[in-house]
């Protein structure tokens, strides 16, 4: 009871500083499982990896045994990028749940890593395949472009952005209180 009273106070005294506490609550149990399904999505891919190694006969359709290794070496590495940036907003999550104002360095910070982690992700899946097309010859390969780390990433970017100018915006109303 006095959680609700708390937050009812909360979101009287700050606008919708309570209501964005309670979808902070709600994206933490969102990330926790998203941070599950990248763990198991990377065992999956260095399972891939074991077995394209180990086993010349093994391939995924319609790829064969070199692109099916080329598959789980670029999947491995988008899936460990992506769950840490998961983790990155998992701790931005949290500490907008927890802080006083969500306009602190330390969230824009993390908005930013978030961006810079899903771009060099994008690009590193690009690079990598290549490479690996270039040094394994695979017969048939399908080319992945992640084009959806890239859209997050800009999306992350913007976000960056707005929060670095209410960062500052909060610094200087408190500078002139």
Known sequence: ????????????????????????RIGAVIGIFLMALALLSLAAYLVEIALSITDPGFHVDPMDNRGSLISGITGAVEMGTCFYALLLGYRL?????????????????????????????????????ALLIAVLSPFTYIIDVPLHFLAVAGIS????????????????????L
């Open 93 to 129: 999550v949290k500490a907008l749940r927890d802080e006083r104002s969500p306009f602190l360095e330390n969230n824009v910070r993390m908005m930013r890593d978030i961006s810079i982690t899903l771009t060099i992700s994008f690009v590193a899946t690009l690079v990598l395949q």
């Open 1 to 24: 009871m006095s959680a609700t009273i708390g937050e009812a106070m909360d979101s009287k005294e700050h606008g919708g500083l309570g209501r964005l506490r309670r979808i902070c």
């Open 157 to 176: 970017y913007v976000m960056y952005l707005i929060f670095e100018y209410g960062t500052v915006l909060q610094t200087e109303s408190d500078d002139f």
